[in-house]
C-alpha cells in the first residue's frame, strides 16, 4: 500500500526532495499533535515513510525541528496537495501514514483527528474516504461499511460485491508480495482487507435480512 510512499511518482530530483522533506515536517508534526513525540511514532514514521540511509542525518534535522510545535503543518500539506494534486493515490497513502503514526502509541487524541481531518481537506480527500481511513486504524471509531468500500448508500448489493472483490484484489498479500511490497506494507494491506471484508459481510446480511 506505502509503495508509492517509498518510491513516489518522480518528475525531477528537486520534486523528490521537496516531497520527502514535507512528508518528514508533516509527520513530525502528526507525532506533535497530541503534546508529546513518542518513540513508538518516530518509529512508526519510519516504517511507512523511507528515507534514503545517505539522506537520514539531514532527515532527523528536519524531524527534530519540526516537531517541536504543530504550526505550519497545513503549509507542508498544501505543498504535498500541490505536488500530486492529479494523483489521489498518493494522498491517500500519505493520510493512511499519518494515521499509522497517530495510533502506533496506544491512543487515538481529539486533537490527532482534527489534525488528520484538516489535512485530509487540505489533500482533497472526502469526508466518506476520511472516515473510511479513519475506521481502520482508529478501534473506536464509527464504522460506516458503505464508507469502507467508497460506495453511497444507494449502491446495490451488485455495485457493493463488485467494490469489494476490486478491493480484495488489491490488498490481497500474495499480490503485494508478488510486487515486492516491503512487509510493513503487507501487514498494513491485511488491516484493509480485515476491514473490506467485514464490510461486504455486513452489506450482505442487510441485504439477506
Known amino acids: 500500500m506505502f509503495e508509492r510512499l517509498r518510491n513516489p511518482p ?31 511514532e518516530v518509529s512508526a514514521f519510519r516504517e511507512v515513510f523511507h528515507v534514503p540511509p545517505e539522506e537520514e542525518a539531514n532527515a532527523a534535522r528536519v524531524f527534530n525541528l519540526a516537531r517541536q510545535d504543530v504550526a505550519g503543518y497545513d503549509v507542508y500539506a498544501q505543498k504535498i496537495r500541490a505536488m500530486f494534486n492529479d494523483d489521489s493515490n498518493v494522498l491517500t497513502d500519505v493520510l493512511e501514514g499519518l494515521f499509522h503514526v497517530s495510533v502506533s502509541d496506544g491512543a487515538y487524541h481529539p486533537r490527532e483527528d482534527a489534525f488528520l481531518a484538516e489535512v485530509a481537506r487540505i489533500f ?32 446495490t448489493i451488485e455495485e457493493a460485491r463488485s467494490a469489494w472483490k476490486a478491493a480484495v484484489r488489491e490488498n490481497h498479500p500474495d499480490r503485494l508480495i508478488a510486487r515486492g511490497v516491503p512487509d510493513e506494507a503487507v501487514e498494513l494491506a491485511q488491516r484493509r482487507l480485515i476491514a473490506v471484508n467485514a464490510a461486504w459481510e455486513e452489506i450482505e446480511a442487510r441485504e439477506a435480512a
Do not use: Q, W
Open 10 to 40: 518522480e518528475a525531477c530530483p528537486e520534486r523528490t526532495v521537496a516531497f520527502t522533506i514535507a512528508v518528514i515536517a508533516l509527520g513530525a508534526k502528526m507525532a506533535k499533535a497530541d503534546g508529546e513525540v513518542t518513540r513508538n
Open 124 to 155: 482533497g480527500i472526502s469526508d466518506r474516504c476520511f472516515r473510511a481511513v479513519r475506521a481502520r486504524y482508529v478501534p473506536d471509531a464509527p464504522r460506516d461499511p458503505y464508507d469502507i468500500l467508497g460506495l453511497p448508500h444507494t449502491a
